[in-house]
């Protein structure tokens, strides 16, 4: 799979989540469903990510509006006056949801409401439904509370008027884009199978292995009753996700030829979904289980190389280009086609030529004949001089833009350090350089080790800074007994591969600050030690 270089702001839904969704709120006369009654109802309706309507009305509810309610919501008895009542909704609202999910926070509640509104109408009223109270406890295991007010917080959202339905439905859309974000469609899958299906075990899995995993992340083993590894995964919430994979309709073969096998689970926790990810790549190219196609190490890379034609216009190449030196390069790509097919999407959606990106024949400088591209009016004319150089350019390097490889933002090394909020005692530390990652670490001595200490910080933000750089001189005599390679090392030959899926994985958390907010992440700049300390 070929990532975007950095994520971008969302514009919809992951494909992880249902096709069809309603995300409805309500607001009620009080807290029983059976006594009391809708006021307002606002929904927004999804299909394939995408927002297509917004709907909302008040309803009659045929009695007296509580002042507490008028308090939270705002909503007074003059704004219900000729709103019609829920049976002369239900029609329009059946339509609405018709076969959709249906989408609330605390879905109990909001369910419960509209079910019993249908059931006075005469209607007999059965959904699908989907809370996102228990979404989000699920995939921010680090956060104590789910409530709506606090995914406002944690996320920053803007609201104008808090407890009324069709904002606070808007909040569960900016809620689930923000999630969208964050994490893969797979991710959001497992959590949404979850919640709306029933696991069916496989048959050579005792329960007590399922038992045994945490509510936490980190990286899960599936193996058969020989022993062999079978599959490796990751997630956020390991039981939720192992779980997951046995909800699924398994309308891949494999799927369900793996489940048939799975005999024993085994688990090891991280302290984040950052050491997470890092984990189980490093683990799927280490040992290549048997049911794993995604993530597994790749000899070769391919990269987009420009090159200037005599008239000025720059072509694309694809080429291929050595791990040691992937650090220039514009698109990293694990096979031709994957290369190719991306050009073929730039070129449509820039209006960019085949023959400049080398898709169409008769590429040679010489030939100034239109592509065919150009006779469909998908292509401007560079290839025949139509369009100038100049322009083509700069439209080319507008769409190779998300493609170049990040620039490394700090002068040296660094150091990630990584704690899971709700234990302090699983930590973490990652020591990276120029998106290569070159070793975890279990403790802060072990960095003098490697021959770096920590860059000065100004009021340092933990104590154990500053007793390791008290015990500076103790840690660079044991670097020096290590003889460990030093920053200034630059031999390509003694420098860690570049490995894409790393790369990916250290841009998403290292260049946003809310995924290092979220998941607990600390950065320190290094520098490394003197020679004579080494």
């Known amino acids: 799979m070929q990532y975007n270089w950095l994520d971008k702001n969302v514009t919809q839904l992951s494909d992880g989540f249902p096709e069809k969704m309603v995300l409805l ?22 299909e394939h990510g995408v927002l297509l309507e917004t709907w909302q009305t008040f309803c009659d509810p045929e009695t007296n509006l509580p002042p507490m309610i008028q308090r939270i919501t705002g909503i007074e008895p003059s704004m219900l006056v000729g709103a ?46 989907l809370c996102s109270v228990k979404f989000s406890r699920i995939l921010y295991p680090q956060f104590r509370r789910h409530g709506l007010s606090e995914i406002i917080k944690r996320f920053d959202l803007e609201i104008e008027n808090r407890h009324r339905a069709l904002d606070d439905a808007q909040m569960i859309y900016q809620f689930f884009r923000k999630s969208s974000a964050l994490f893969g469609a797979e991710e959001i899958s497992s959590v949404c199978r979850t919640l709306l299906q029933k696991p069916a075990m496989p048959p050579l899995l005792r329960a007590s292995d399922i038992e045994k995993l945490p509510a936490s992340p980190g ?20 039981r939720n996700r192992v779980l997951s994979h046995f909800s699924q309709d398994h309308s891949n073969p494999k799927d369900l030829q793996m489940n048939a096998k799975i005999s024993a689970v ?24 048997l049911y794993n196609r995604r993530l597994r190490k790749v000899k070769r890379l391919y990269q987009f190389r420009c090159i200037e034609d005599h008239r000025g216009y720059h072509r694309l190449q694809i080429e291929v280009v050595d791990s040691h030196s992937a650090d220039a390069s514009s698109g990293l790509f694990r096979s031709p086609r994957q290369a190719t097919l991306k050009l073929e999407k730039l070129a449509d959606e820039h209006l960019l030529c085949h023959k400049l990106l080398g ?47 990040a620039v490394w933002p700090w002068q040296s090394a660094i150091l990630v350090e990584e704690r899971d909020s709700s234990d302090p005692d699983l930590s973490s530390f990652h020591l990276i350089d120029r998106w290569r990652y070159l070793a975890k670490l ?27 750089q008290a015990n500076t001189a103790h840690n660079a005599a044991a670097a020096e007994k290590l003889q460990l390679a030093s920053d200034n090392n630059e031999d390509p030959a003694q420098q860690p591969s570049f490995d894409l899926d790393t790369y990916f994985i ?29």
């Not at 290839?383 to 080319?396: D, F, I, M, T």
Request: proline share 4%; glycine share 8%; charged share 25%.
């Open 25 to 46: 709120d309500c607001e009620t006369t009080g807290g029983n469903a059976t006594r009391h009654r809708i006021i307002e109802i606002g929904l927004l309706v999804v």
């Open 84 to 129: 019609p009542t829920f049976s002369e909704i239900a029609e329009r609202l059946v339509d609405l949801i018709g076969e959709r999910t249906l989408v609330a926070h605390n879905a109990r509640f909001d369910y419960g409401f509209i079910k019993n509104e249908f059931k006075r109408s005469g209607i007999r009223f059965n959904a699908k439904t």
């Open 219 to 238: 990286v899960y083993y599936f193996y058969n009753e020989a022993g062999e590894l079978l599959y490796v995964g990751k997630s956020v919430h390991i």
């Open 266 to 289: 085994d688990y090891h926790r991280t302290p984040s979904d950052f050491g997470a990810q890092l984990f189980e790549s490093q683990q799927i190219k280490a040992l290549s289980p």
């Open 359 to 405: 898709l169409e024949g008769a590429s040679g400088s010489l030939n100034t004949r239109p592509c065919f591209r150009a006779q469909l009016r998908k292509c401007l004319g560079a290839c025949q001089g139509s369009e100038s150089a100049e322009v083509y350019n700069q439209r080319l390097g507008e769409a190779l833009a998300d493609y170049q490889l």
């Open 442 to 468: 279990s403790d802060m001595d072990e960095l003098y080790q490697t021959g770096y200490q920590p860059m000065p910080v100004d009021g340092g933000r933990r104590g154990s800074w500053q007793h390791n």
């Open 506 to 534: 250290l841009v998403r958390f290292l260049l946003d600050a809310r995924r290092l907010e979220l998941n607990n992440l600390l950065v320190w700049p290094l520098r490394a030690l003197p020679p004579e300390n080494r």
